[in-house]
């Protein structure tokens, strides 16, 4: 197929795991396709990339869904002078039909290199490279078939789930709907970079966090519950007998409250002490589920290193029932959009804009009060900002 | 300026209802229970007693429309056409008929997509672009990720480890694999200031901006033969490339020095215990395409002192957590620098602050 | 300029030695164990045998040369004149005589210097000067100290909690008294900004050095009519009182506003639990001298809801993360508000990163 | 005795508690104290000290050991327009015998207020209130009677320890005898403030710390050791037996890293997982006590929040030795003092140079290695200074 010799990469063709490099060379009928390979041969072999930072390239409209890409060896793989990404909202939890993804490799064969990403970290189904004149006839394709843009620059990133409800019995809320819901509601957020920096969401039914909300979102919703697990004690007996689990060692053992008592015949939770963590319940799926009055905790400011360090998502609502429309979530949401928008520096991510005025003064301004859930404990400095009528 | 025909915008993504097969349609919600038959395999039961089987099989993430193609001949072949991805890249199929499971596995064999990554083993590393298409990268992630697999796949096909291992790979400090919580992260990373081209800085930067854009300070505006461009204090830089992301006049990319840190013990399950970051484990290894030798082994290794030490459940953080680092640093061999004590803005809080010693001479 | 007559200098402190009684000299090093055969009393029994009995008083810290006249009287009629003081300001009394001990408590009482202060129950109060000798004081220190000991006075005489309490005063954020690890901390507080006295301020400080001063940056250099001074940016003060400590004219003292906070759940030693810091329970208090009747009652409470609850052993701190700051305040029925979190450099570091929440609707 | 109303001190004379007021008016033949009395009911009444910062007063000679005081209302008060403290080194663990402590009281009576404290904070005998002109004839009798003044200002202060192996079964290594010689090698370091701020010196025996060293001084000795904490099981067995002890629950289950398994009859320890907190030995000291090879961890770097923030002092040799002379110790300190004088900023304490510099470069600087028990983990955030010969 190719005409190029790629001796690095096809040495990456060996081994059990399933080749990229196969996959690129499947598609390497596209011109554009034999340049990324040879220009990638020559990335193995100099130990370096060759892509400039993009301009903004984009479609009518819209400030956000293309990654505009252009190499450094112009001459040398002129195909991919160009090679932009874009980014198409991917359906709630990643299902499909062969009928919905077929559609879709027939709009990117006839405009793009024929390479994608099932899925990009953020969510989105990625399209791996086109030139700038096929991205409004792939959008209009796209949205032709109901599809549209993803996120990208500082604007509300494609919102992600896990499988939820669709495929799980932990689920404590419809991930799904939610999800689906909160993207429509902000198309125009999710289309028009309008933030200090991107804004990601991400919800997970519960606490094993599936999609990682807790480290990779800026507001992060995590399914929990408020009553107590639910016991199945013939079915503890069974996983007991199945001599499978050590009970006392591996489940109450390693409940981080210590407050599972297990007297080799019935299993006791105090629920008070319960924080939810779902290992007992991971540990025996078919004799403990988690309690019935059900809802989310939603955490925010979770985000990479950069600028001031990783964090992961800190609590803003312990709990909250999860009803469509969301209207609670959506008032939540626009507040501190609001205030974020108006006094975040730029590239500032919610979360570090959040410890730079301080938390208290954060709650105040959105109008949440503050709880002693939000903090592992209370402040040990005494720089207490005292304000004082008068 | 206002269009003839109207233009079909902000439709968001198709409900994702059209794509639920029956099964789920008619249990949606009412899930029980799930048991793992075979390793890549779950079967969820519903209350209604009805069952679902996910077949969940590799994949490079990196695909041919012709895969995609493929997957969509092998859905409908064996489950009415319907599949999935998982939030690792994997690919799902979804089987209302147990008879089909084993078939369709044989199949994903042959076609080399093999079936696994369920359960207390390695699943599908959750990477990034790299040389296929970043301009950050310090290394490629396709290749790395590739090669570590091969390497791992014993514990993809059959789940023989304590608990999950989560591996991640970023090529650059912006981490969009996200590997800042993972139980194994790869983390590729330049190690040079960056090189200023002034003449392009000129146009293409905005000087404030790029000043701002250093977390410790090191970008200053400066006058360098008579414009205002900026200098880079090198001391204090520690090659994050922010610098570069928001001016592509400081380029980061150095074959001689980029390469690769290897980070341990991180989660993002609240399960047991709370989410962790991952820690520094090796602060560099060789860009050494196209296998990462160097990488594969120093992280294979890693899985085995892992497994042969730490207990049922027991995520790789939690088991470093129960012996101490002290003795995962003895136990695997890796040399202790000054690389490995913090000194960003928080570092005093990583400190022992505590006589909490194991004092084993042993 | 040379003296005429050699002044001796640096001769340091005496050695220990002369003051140790015979049966610590000769068991030096060789002690086996020790028992408390009542309160207030340690029976420590060397390898060899021998016994040491030590009778722990109550001091004031504070105390007239009369006072250590009458201990020399007592140590000389009961244990040969030996006693030492402790590391929170009581007094012991040395005694190799059994037959001694009850008499010599005995005395102690009717002198007004009750016995007591071992084992898990509340000793002495570190604390500070206070109005009796520093400028910097936002409370006295030794009326709230024997205000609060007269009402926790039971628990000195009898080792009658889960674990040891320790109470520490210090009257200002200089923190003297080392409040910032202890059971339960009581920390006076300024509430105001300083008040700039330009026209002294130009004379008795250093400009660089008071800027410096601020750890929040509140305090600028400024030019007042037309003199070179110092400006606080009022928003950005949270009164800590450094400004003040280098420069005199920036006085902090203000009878409305100054007053009393309230830390819980500290530690120093490394018993169990690894070394604490106390945390806010009570922002503020009134200063209201002589008996400061609103900080003991808290205290009291704090102290009595602690006992209600908590496990043997268990430290306030251990308690309360046992079962979780959102109980404790339930509990104790005290006010969670945005004075709690912090907002200092490290605050991040403190928020719940996770869901482990006990969501108890109770 | 006194002649002045004083309302709300008098009410603190009442309560079981010994009254500070009593001992004032126990000195109250002397005219300061008279005047004391009168500006603290002034203060009682007023809720305000009245009290000015000290100039720098002193004995000749010496750069510390004095703290001057003024106070606000010389008309009203002028016994105590001069009212300065002078700290005079305490004996190690405070121990004393009755006629050193009438030596000190008769030297106090003709010079000064009669007042005390025992102790101060940092561990002086603290003589409360005296006029300059008193401060050469204190020092010369205090140096005639073999006593001499504590630290203050940027210098090393007293050295304090705790009881240790005169008073206590778990001294691990003599606190009294270290403490007596850093405090005799460092005479000039700690009468002649030499360093960017205080510097802060704390023995304690083991790592119950009772002189609380880990939360308040600049260098932290706490006693430890390395092999097996020595059990007599007969022992354990009576306090079983006696029924006052819940060994399972009180002294296993409290067991940091739950290295103790206890079946009832017979104690077990995992020594290599025993991290030293003397929680067991404390709960039954006739059953257990320390190893036999002894020693010290040294920490560095306490203090209060002042201006950074509160720090507790964090591992730098997580064991070592003691024994006298301690040079090795006193090569580190030599080492630490001479980077910290060099490159720390004015009143930064070397807890906070440290932070700024960073613990990495600041060992490299005094020459000590890097070991993992100086940290609770390695670092989490990527932004590594990498240094690159070339
Ligand atoms: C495509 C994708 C990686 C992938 O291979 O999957 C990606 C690719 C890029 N990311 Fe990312 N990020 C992607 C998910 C992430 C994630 C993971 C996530 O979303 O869960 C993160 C970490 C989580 C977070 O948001 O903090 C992430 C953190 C960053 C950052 C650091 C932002 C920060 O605040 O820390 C940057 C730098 C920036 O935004 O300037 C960045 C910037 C970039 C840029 C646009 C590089 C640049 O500076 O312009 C990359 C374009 C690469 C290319 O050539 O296409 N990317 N990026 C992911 C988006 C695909 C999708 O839409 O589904
Ligand atoms: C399919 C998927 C969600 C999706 O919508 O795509 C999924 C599905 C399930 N997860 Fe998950 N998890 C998935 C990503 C994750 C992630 C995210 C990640 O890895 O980036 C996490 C957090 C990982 C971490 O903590 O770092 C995650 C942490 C868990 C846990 C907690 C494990 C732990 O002990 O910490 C459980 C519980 C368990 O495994 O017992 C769990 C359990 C499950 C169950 C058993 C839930 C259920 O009953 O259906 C599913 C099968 C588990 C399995 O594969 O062994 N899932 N799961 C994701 C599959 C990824 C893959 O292809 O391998
Ligand atoms: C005399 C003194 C040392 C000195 O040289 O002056 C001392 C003496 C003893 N301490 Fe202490 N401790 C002394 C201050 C401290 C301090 C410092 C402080 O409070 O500022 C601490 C740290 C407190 C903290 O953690 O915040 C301290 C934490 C301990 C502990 C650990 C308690 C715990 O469980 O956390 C023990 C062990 C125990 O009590 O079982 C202990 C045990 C002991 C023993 C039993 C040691 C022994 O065998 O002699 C002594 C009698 C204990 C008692 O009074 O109940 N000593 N002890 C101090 C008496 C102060 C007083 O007058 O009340
Ligand atoms: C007398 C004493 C309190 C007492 O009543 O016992 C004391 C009294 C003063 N301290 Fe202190 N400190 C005393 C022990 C402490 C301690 C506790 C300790 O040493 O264990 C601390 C906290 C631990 C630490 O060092 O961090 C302490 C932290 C401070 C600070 C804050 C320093 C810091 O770095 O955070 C200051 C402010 C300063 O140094 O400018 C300070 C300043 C002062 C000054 C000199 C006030 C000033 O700004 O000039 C006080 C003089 C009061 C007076 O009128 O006599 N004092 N000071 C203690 C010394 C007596 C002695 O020598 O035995
Ligand atoms: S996050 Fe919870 S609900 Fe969602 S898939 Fe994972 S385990 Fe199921
Ligand atoms: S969910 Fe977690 S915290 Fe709750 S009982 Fe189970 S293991 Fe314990
Ligand atoms: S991690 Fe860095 S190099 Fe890799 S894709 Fe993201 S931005 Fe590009
Ligand atoms: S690479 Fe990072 S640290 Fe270095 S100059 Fe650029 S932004 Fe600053
Ligand atoms: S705490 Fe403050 S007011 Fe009290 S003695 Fe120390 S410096 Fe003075
Ligand atoms: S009181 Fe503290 S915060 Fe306020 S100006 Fe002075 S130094 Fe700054
Ligand atoms: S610190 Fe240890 S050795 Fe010293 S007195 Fe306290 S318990 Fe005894
Ligand atoms: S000293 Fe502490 S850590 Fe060691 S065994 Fe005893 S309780 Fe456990």
């Known amino acids: 197929m190719t005409d190029r010799k790629t001796p690095h990469l096809d040495e990456l063709e060996k081994g059990p795991w399933p080749s990229f490099v196969r996959e690129i060379k499947k598609s390497s009928k596209s011109p554009m396709v034999r340049d990324l390979l040879g220009q990638l041969e020559r990335s193995y072999t100099e130990k370096r990339g060759h892509w400039k930072h993009g301009g903004l390239v984009g479609v009518k409209g819209y400030g956000g869904g293309v990654i505009g890409r252009y190499n450094d060896l112009p001459e040398e793989f002129p195909e991919v002078t160009e090679f932009h990404t874009v980014r198409v909202n991917q359906p709630s939890g990643w299902f499909y039909t062969s009928e919905a993804l077929r559609t879709l490799c027939d709009i990117w064969e006839q405009h793009g290199s024929g390479l994608t990403n099932m899925h990009g970290s953020t969510g989105d189904i990625v399209f791996l490279g086109t030139k700038t004149s096929e991205l409004e006839p792939i959008f209009s394709k796209l949205t032709a078939a109901g599809y549209d843009l993803g996120g990208s620059g500082s604007d509300l990133r494609t919102p992600s789930c896990c499988a939820g409800p669709a495929r799980c019995e932990w689920a404590c809320y419809d991930t799904m709907n939610f999800t689906y819901d909160v993207t429509q509601t902000y198309q125009d957020e999710l289309h028009r970079p309008a933030f200090p920096y991107k804004f990601k969401i991400k919800a997970s039914g519960c606490a094993n966090d599936c999609v990682a909300s807790v480290a990779r979102s800026d507001m992060s919703v995590i399914g929990t519950w408020r009553d107590q697990i639910q016991i199945d004690q013939a079915q503890v007996k069974a996983y007991a007998q199945s001599g499978k689990l050590n009970i006392q060692r591996d489940v109450a053992g390693r409940c981080p409250t210590r407050c599972i008592e297990w007297d080799g015949t019935s299993l006791k939770i105090d629920d008070d002490n319960c924080v939810k963590c779902m290992h007992c319940i991971n540990a025996m799926p078919k004799a403990l589920s988690p309690g019935k009055d059900r809802g989310a905790a939603i955490l925010v400011g979770a985000k990479a290193p950069i600028v001031e360090g990783a964090l992961f998502a800190s609590v803003l609502v312990p709990f909250i029932k999860m009803e469509p429309p969301y209207e609670d979530i959506k008032e939540l949401l626009g507040a501190m959009w609001e205030l974020w928008s108006e006094h975040g520096k730029n590239r500032e991510r919610i979360g570090e804009f959040i410890q730079r005025i301080g938390l208290g003064n954060f709650l105040e301004q959105i109008g949440l009060e503050a709880v002693p859930e939000m903090v592992m404990q209370p402040r040990t400095n005494p720089y207490i900002y005292y304000d004082i009528k008068n | ?362």
Chains 1, 4 share one sequence.
Not at chain 2, 136 to 160: I, N, Q, T, W, Y
Not at chain 2, 195 to 206: A, G, M, N
Not at chain 2, 316 to 343: A, Q, S, V
Request: net charge positive; charged share 20%; glycine share 8%.
């Open chain 2, 1 to 362: 300026m206002a269009e003839p025909t109207k233009r079909k915008t902000d439709i968001g993504p198709p409900h994702y209802e059209k794509f639920l097969p029956p099964v789920i349609k008619q249990n949606y919600g009412k899930w029980k229970y799930h048991e793992m038959p075979r390793p890549g395999v779950l079967m969820h039961v519903a209350e209604s007693g009805a069952k679902l089987w996910s077949v969940r099989a590799a994949t490079p993430r990196l695909m041919s429309i012709e895969t995609l193609r493929l997957f969509s001949k092998l859905a409908d072949e064996f489950c009415g056409g319907y599949l999935r991805f998982t939030s690792r890249n994997n690919v799902e199929f979804l089987l209302d008929n147990e008879k089909n499971v084993e078939p369709l596995i044989g199949r994903l064999k042959q076609e080399g997509y093999p079936v696994g990554g369920t359960g207390a083993g390695v699943t599908n590393i959750v990477h990034t672009q790299g040389w296929v298409h970043c301009h950050s990268a310090a290394s490629d992630a396709s290749g790395v990720v590739k090669s570590l697999m091969d390497e791992l796949f014993p514990h993809f096909e059959r789940p023989d480890l304590p608990a999950k291992v989560r591996v991640a790979f970023a090529c650059c400090l912006n981490m969009c694999g996200a590997v800042h919580a993972s139980d194994i992260a790869v983390l590729a990373v330049h190690r040079k200031p960056p090189k200023i081209d002034h003449s392009r800085l000129v146009k293409q930067c905005e000087i404030p901006s790029t000043v701002a854009a250093c977390p410790t300070g090191a970008v200053r505006p400066a006058t360098v033969d008579g414009k205002q461009s900026i200098q880079v204090i090198e001391e204090q830089c520690m090659f994050c490339g922010n610098c570069f992301t928001v001016c592509p006049s400081m380029t980061m990319a150095d074959p001689e020095n980029d390469g690769i840190s290897i980070w341990v013990g991180g989660k993002v399950s609240n399960a047991r215990h709370e989410p962790m970051f991952s820690k520094l484990a090796i602060p560099y290894l060789p860009n050494n395409p196209p296998r990462w030798p160097e990488v594969t082994s120093a992280v294979k290794q890693l899985v085995d002192v892992y497994a042969a030490n730490a207990r049922p459940f027991e995520r790789m953080g939690e088991w470093i957590e129960r012996i101490g680092w002290p003795k995962f640093f003895k136990l695997t061999g890796l040399e202790f620098t000054k690389y490995h004590i913090d000194d960003f803005r928080h570092a005093g809080e990583s400190f022992r602050r505590s006589t909490h010693l194991r004092q084993s001479q042993g």
